[in-house]
């Protein structure tokens, strides 16, 4: 059976450095300068977890750093160990509290991956050059969910092969967890939107890299927290301004509720004023319809053995004036319930029949 074998590619391979200018270009462009990446800042660790000049790395919400250094630092402040874990450091000497779980400030609202993390590691040693970090960059994109390009675009396989070559020159060797479904933080709308995505050239695939470097910059920035042995003092000033705001926000809420608590009252006193107007109103009219009317309001109560009786005894305009209603409503009651009624010409027959005893 005959070996399989590649289809050859008359293009040439791309260099790196030919690359490297079109992405930088792209970046800029955006508004993101490779050189400066990552943003630092100082915090202090009052529980001892970590030494005085050790740092950490974070993905921090761009735009938001000072926001995510004061969490951090408040996250610092109230987290402490338990007693259990400080009777283990006091028994153990050497054992130090920052092998445990409480040794750095969460990352945030994204769930990161191991080699997310790792990526950022790498970014920092290679801050302040910006040809090896794009070369990473890049890597670290297609390990990142968008899949091996082979079987999509030459163009994607001619630019990954550079930047692959490019950082083993470099004696640059990511140690990403194979584990892991991704090495940077581009978000599945990334992934989905660019799953079927095709290029014409290599200026366009290294292009589109760019673009996706840059977005995921401005949504994300890198991150290093120093720690040191006292609080800083913008943060105690930030801390007091916070919490001062936070006092004048509460007041500002309890007064609206307040306001809120009068008018509601005044609202309901209102209301119960309009109640109480209405009811008196019912009352006097009900009061007026039963002088009219003895039985006014009984009709609905009315059982039809009753009816029945009283159809026999008065002439329905009687029973209807009597109970405030229409002589038709009580015709059609009858009906409904198959009460017989006194034929017509009964009451004029018996009204002359007691004129007659009465002569």
Request: a positive charge; proline letters at 6%.
């Amino acid at each position: 059976m005959p070996r399989y074998r590649r289809p050859y590619n008359p293009l040439p391979q791309p260099v790196w450095n030919d690359l490297y200018p079109l992405w930088l270009a792209t970046m800029r462009e955006r508004g993101v300068d490779p050189e400066e990446l990552f943003a630092v800042a100082t915090v202090c660790d009052l529980h001892a977890t970590r030494d005085p000049g050790e740092r950490s790395l974070h993905w921090a919400p761009a735009g938001k750093e000072d926001d995510f250094r004061f969490n951090s630092q408040h996250w610092l402040y109230y987290t402490s160990p338990s007693s259990e874990e400080r009777r283990l450091a006091a028994e153990n000497d050497g054992l130090r509290l920052r092998e445990r779980r409480y040794a750095d400030p969460p990352q945030g609202e994204w769930k990161l991956s191991m080699s997310e993390i790792e990526t950022l590691s790498d970014l920092w040693e290679l801050r302040g050059k910006p040809e090896e970090t794009a070369a990473l960059l890049v890597v670290a994109t297609y390990f990142s969910g968008r899949g091996s390009p082979r079987d999509k675009n030459p163009h994607e396989t001619r630019i990954l092969r550079a930047a692959r070559r490019f950082l083993h020159d470099k004696e640059i060797y990511p140690g990403w967890d194979g584990r892991s479904s991704s090495a940077l933080p581009l978000g599945a709308d990334y992934r989905s939107r660019y799953a079927e995505v095709k290029f014409d050239d290599d200026e366009a695939a290294i292009t589109d890299l760019a673009r996706a470097h840059a977005d995921m910059f401005k949504t994300l920035r890198p991150m290093a927290l120093y720690y040191v042995e006292r609080i800083p003092r913008d943060l105690i000033e930030e801390s007091k301004r916070r919490r001062e705001k936070y006092q004048a926000e509460k007041m500002a809420n309890e007064l609206r509720e307040r306001e809120k608590a009068k008018i509601r009252e005044e609202e309901e006193r209102k209301e119960g004023a309009e109640r109480a107007k209405e009811r008196k109103r019912f009352q006097e009219y009900f009061a007026k319809m039963k002088e009219a009317h003895p039985r006014f309001g009984d009709w609905h109560g009315l059982k039809d053995e009753e009816l029945k009786r009283l159809v026999w005894e008065k002439p329905t305009i009687e029973l209807a004036k009597e109970f405030g209603i229409s002589d038709v409503a009580i015709g059609k009651r009858c009906v409904a319930r198959g009460i017989a009624k006194p034929p017509r010409g009964y009451w004029a027959k018996k009204q002359s029949k007691r004129v007659r005893e009465e002569r």
